[in-house]
C-alpha cells in the first residue's frame, strides 16, 4: 500500500506537553523526554509520521524498552509506543506458523503457544521483549550456535514504513534482512510470521560445569558444540572462573510440563523473599565487596553440586530467570547498569577475555557480572555476530566512577577491536561513529543508508544512538 | 549530578539582563544548554557568542501570553530536553510616590505575574507527565509587605510567590521540585534608580540561585535576609506608612 504522508497535512502538527514522558534505557544509564503516542493500529503510526514531517520532529520507534542503551530513546522526538497492538492472532497447529502483531511480547507468544506444543525457536535473555523489537534488534539466545538468530526463523513481517506504506517482506526480498536486524530505522514492525519450534515436553535439562580457567571454559565449549544450548556465568572478580551450562530440551511425551502453571516458578525466593521486592534486598549487594561475596557463593554452590546427572528445569524458568525478579536492574540505583557486549571470533576469545577483565581488574572496575555464549555469524545487514564467542559484562555506574568507568569501556572497545570484535547496539550506549564503521563495514553502512533512503526518505525516524553513530542521521 | 551544575539542559526567561544574563552565563559555564529567552534581541545574540555552542537565543515578550505555548516547544525542541525553567522575567518602573498609572501597573502584572503564568504552566504541564524537572521563581523580598513605593510591583511579586507556593504543593508528588528565591537588594539595572547600598552583585546572586534551585521551598539569597526579611515580615503594617519604599 502507498501512502502520501503529504495528504494528512492540513497544518502543522503541535505536540503536547502533558503526553512528554521520560523513557529510560533499560540499565537506567540514559534516558530521554519525549512526546509519547501510543499506537493502537498502522492508521495511528502513519498518522504520526505524517504529524512528525508536519512539525519538522522526529520518530522514536519504541517496545518495550528492554535495550539496555539509547537505541529506541530521543529526546523532542514522537516516541512511538507499540505495547498496545499486542495481540497473538493465530498459530497454525499442523505447521507451526503463528502470526502476532509487533507489540506481542515473546512472554505473550509462549503463553499462547506452548500449551499446544509450539515454543519459540530462539529468545532472548528476558520474555518481555517485544516481538517488533526482537526482530529489529534480531535477537539470539543460548542456542545460537545451533538455531541463528530470531530472524531465521521468520516466514514474513509486515512493515509500516513513512516511504512505502504497509509492505509485506519476506526472507528473499532483498531488504528482509537490512528491516531484520535494522534496529527500526524504516518503519514499525506490525506483524510477524514466526515458524516455531514442535516440543513434546516444556522441560530442559540442563547440566553445570564449574571452571577455572579460561582454558577450562572453552575447551567445554568447543566439546559441546552439538548441545542444544550453551551459556556461561563467569565470575567477573575473578578471571576464568565460572559455571559453564549445557541443556538440552526432552524429548519426552510430557504434556503436562506444557502447561503454564507448570512453566512459571514461584513468585518468592529464599527466605520468602518476593521476587517483586528482591532488588531492594540486592541493593545492599551492589557493590565491589558483596558482588564478590555473591560471585563466590554461586560458584561454590555449583561445585558442591553433583552435576553428572543434571537437572529439570522448566523452560521458562530456564531461559527467563530474571523475568521472575522484575526490576532487579533498579538494584543498581541511584546508579546504572552499564552492559560491555562484544562478539570475538573463536581463535582470538582465549586471548581476548581474560585481557578485557585484566583491563577492568587494573582499573578497579570489576564487572559484576559476565556472561559467555558461542555464536555463529548472523545474516543481518548490521550484522553483530561471528563465528566465535560473545562476552557481556556489567557494570555498575555511579556518579563517582562515571569518568573512570567510560575510559575503561573506551579501553576494553579498543582492545576488542585489536581481537576482531563486533558490537550489539541492544546494548550500547557508549560507541562512537568510527566504532560503528570497524563493526559494520562501510559497504554494510552504505547499503543500509541506500534501504534507509527508500523506507524513510524524510529520516523522519531515528534514535539517539543512531545520531550519535552517525549511521543514518547526524546530531 | 550530570555536569558541574547540576542540569544538562535549562530554559531562563528574562534572559538579556542582570540576574538572567548571569544565570544564562553559569548555567553554560557549568556544561547546560541553555535557552535565553527575551525581548531584547541585541542583548541575547552577545549572550550567546559568550558560549556559542550552549546558548541558544529565543526573543520573546513573555507578556505575548498566546506565543507561549510554541515559543516553549521551540525552546525544548531546540534544547533537545528540559530539566529546569527559570522564570526571571520582572520590570520595575520607577512610580512617583502620587502616581496611579495604570498602563504602568498593568505592564508590570503582565510580565511579573501574568507572563510567569503563562510560562510556568507550560513547564508544570510537561514536567507533570514526564514526572521530573525543576522550576525556580526568581520573587523578590518586595513581595513579602504592601509597601508605599510600589504598590503593584508588590503585589505582582506576592502573587508569584502564591502561585509558585501552589505549584510546589501541587507537583509535590510528581518528582517536580519548585523553588523560590527571594533576592533581596541585587545590583542589576532593575533597581540601579534606587541606588542600594550594600546590594549583592548579579554574579554572586545567579550562583547562589543556582545552588539552591533545588531545595524546593523559599529560599533568601544569604542567611541574614532570611533573618532581616523574617522579621520584616512580622513588622507591623502601619510602620510601613513612614518607609518610603
Known amino acids: 500500500m502507498d501512502i502520501s504522508l503529504d495528504s494528512h497535512l492540513t497544518e502543522p502538527w503541535v505536540p503536547d506537553p502533558a503526553t512528554v514522558q521520560t523513557d529510560w534505557g533499560f540499565g537506567y544509564s540514559c534516558a530521554a523526554e519525549s512526546y509519547h503516542r501510543s499506537v493502537t493500529s498502522p492508521k495511528d503510526i502513519i498518522a504520526a509520521y505524517a504529524d512528525a514531517k508536519s512539525s519538522g520532529r522526529k ?64 529468545v532472548s535473555g528476558t520474555m518481555l521483549t517485544t516481538l517488533a523489537g526482537g526482530i529489529s534488534a534480531n535477537i539470539h ?23 512505502r506504506g504497509i509492505e509485506r517482506v519476506q526472507p528473499d526480498h532483498p531488504d528482509f534482512w537490512t528491516i531484520v536486524g535494522g534496529w527500526g530505522q524504516f518503519g514499525f514492525i506490525t506483524r510477524a510470521a514466526i515458524r516455531m519450534k514442535r516440543l513434546s515436553s516444556g522441560s530442559v535439562l540442563v547440566t553445570d560445569h564449574p571452571t577455572e580457567t579460561w582454558e577450562e571454559l572453552f575447551a567445554i565449549f568447543e566439546r559441546d558444540l552439538d548441545t542444544e544450548y550453551q551459556v556461561a556465568w563467569m565470575d567477573g572478580f575473578r578471571s576464568g572462573r565460572g559455571i559453564y ?64 546427572g543434571g537437572r529439570m528445569l522448566p523452560l521458562v524458568a530456564y531461559h527467563f530467570p530474571l523475568d521472575f525478579v522484575p526490576e532487579w536492574q533498579r538494584a543498581y540505583r541511584p546508579g546504572a547498569l552499564v552492559q560491555f557486549q562484544v562478539g570475538i571470533p573463536s581463535e582470538a576469545a582465549p586471548l581476548a577475555f581474560p585481557a578485557l577483565l585484566r583491563a577492568a581488574k587494573l582499573a578497579k572496575l570489576e564487572p559484576y557480572l559476565a556472561v559467555v555464549k558461542r555464536h555463529r555469524p548472523d545474516p543481518s545487514v548490521l550484522s553483530y555476530l561471528c563465528d566465535g564467542y560473545s562476552i557481556a559484562l556489567d557494570f555498575h555506574q555511579t ?17 576488542s577491536f585489536s581481537h576482531g570484535g563486533k558490537f550489539y547496539l541492544a546494548k550500547d550506549s557508549f560507541l562512537l561513529p568510527a566504532d560503528a564503521r570497524r563493526t559494520f563495514g562501510d559497504e554494510a553502512l552504505a547499503q543500509f543508508r541506500e534501504a534507509k533512503s527508500r523506507y524513510d526518505p524524510d529520516h523522519l525516524i531515528t534514535s539517539s544512538l543512531f545520531r550519535r553513530l552517525e549511521i543514518a542521521d547526524k546530531p | 549530578m550530570s555536569n558541574g551544575v547540576g542540569y544538562k539542559f535549562a530554559i ?86 502620587t502616581e496611579f498609572n495604570f498602563a504602568k501597573d498593568h505592564a508590570m502584572i503582565e510580565t511579573n505575574f501574568s507572563g510567569a503564568v503563562a510560562w510556568l504552566n507550560q513547564a508544570a504541564e510537561r514536567f507533570l507527565s514526564s514526572r521530573r524537572g525543576t522550576i525556580v521563581v526568581i520573587g523578590s523580598v518586595a513581595g513579602d509587605r504592601g509597601r508605599r513605593g510600589q504598590p503593584v510591583y508588590n503585589a505582582s511579586k506576592a502573587g508569584l510567590h502564591a502561585y509558585a507556593e501552589a505549584l510546589r504543593n501541587r507537583l509535590s508528588r510528581s518528582g517536580v521540585t519548585v523553588t523560590t528565591m527571594k533576592p533581596g537588594p541585587v545590583a542589576t539595572d532593575l533597581v540601579a534608580h534606587l541606588g542600594f547600598r550594600g546590594a549583592i552583585p548579579a554574579d554572586q546572586a545567579a550562583r547562589i540561585i543556582i545552588a539552591k534551585s533545588s531545595r524546593g521551598s523559599e529560599q533568601y539569597l544569604k542567611f541574614s535576609h532570611r533573618v532581616i526579611f523574617s522579621i520584616i515580615r512580622l513588622l507591623p503594617s502601619w510602620i510601613f506608612r513612614w518607609i518610603p519604599i
Not at chain 1, 153 to 160: F, M, N, R, S
Open chain 2, 12 to 97: 531562563v526567561v528574562g534572559a538579556s539582563s542582570g540576574i538572567g544574563a548571569e544565570l544564562v552565563r553559569q548555567l553554560a559555564d557549568g556544561g547546560c544548554r541553555v535557552a535565553a529567552v527575551a525581548r531584547r534581541g541585541d542583548r541575547l545574540q552577545a549572550l550567546a557568542k559568550e558560549y556559542p555552542n550552549r546558548i541558544i537565543p529565543i526573543v520573546a515578550d513573555v507578556s505575548k501570553f498566546d506565543e507561549t505555548p510554541a515559543i516553549f516547544l521551540r525552546c525544548t525542541d531546540a534544547l533537545g530536553g528540559l530539566d529546569l525553567v527559570i522564570y526571571n522575567s520582572g520590570i520595575m518602573p520607577d512610580v512617583a510616590p
Open chain 1, 245 to 308: 551450562t549445557n541443556a538440552k530440551t526432552i524429548e519426552a511425551d510430557e504434556p503436562a510440563s506444557l502447561r503454564t502453571a507448570y512453566q512459571v516458578p514461584s513468585d518468592r525466593m529464599a527466605f520468602g523473599i518476593r521476587k517483586d521486592q528482591a532488588y531492594k534486598f540486592l541493593r545492599y549487594f551492589t557493590n565491589g565487596p558483596g558482588m564478590r561475596f555473591l560471585s563466590g557463593l554461586k560458584w561454590k554452590a555449583a561445585v558442591k553440586r553433583p552435576g553428572d
Open chain 1, 141 to 163: 539466545g543460548k542456542n545460537n550456535c545451533q538455531s541463528g538468530t530470531f530472524g531465521e526463523h521468520l516466514a514474513w513481517i509486515e512493515i509500516v514504513s513513512p516511504g
Open chain 1, 399 to 415: 556518579d563517582r566512577n562515571r569518568h573512570r568507568l567510560q575510559k575503561l569501556l573506551r579501553e576494553l572497545t579498543d582492545l
Open chain 1, 59 to 122: 520518530v522514536v520507534l519504541r517496545g518495550n524498552g528492554r535495550s539496555y542503551g539509547d537505541v529506541s530513546l530521543l529526546s523532542e522526538a514522537i516516541s512511538l509506543d507499540l505495547t498496545r497492538w499486542s495481540a497473538v492472532e493465530s498459530l497454525d497447529k499442523e505447521t507451526g506458523i503463528l502470526v502476532a502483531r509487533g507489540g506481542a511480547r515473546l512472554e505473550d507468544i509462549w503463553r499462547f503457544s506452548l500449551p499446544d506444543g509450539w515454543w519459540l525457536p530462539v
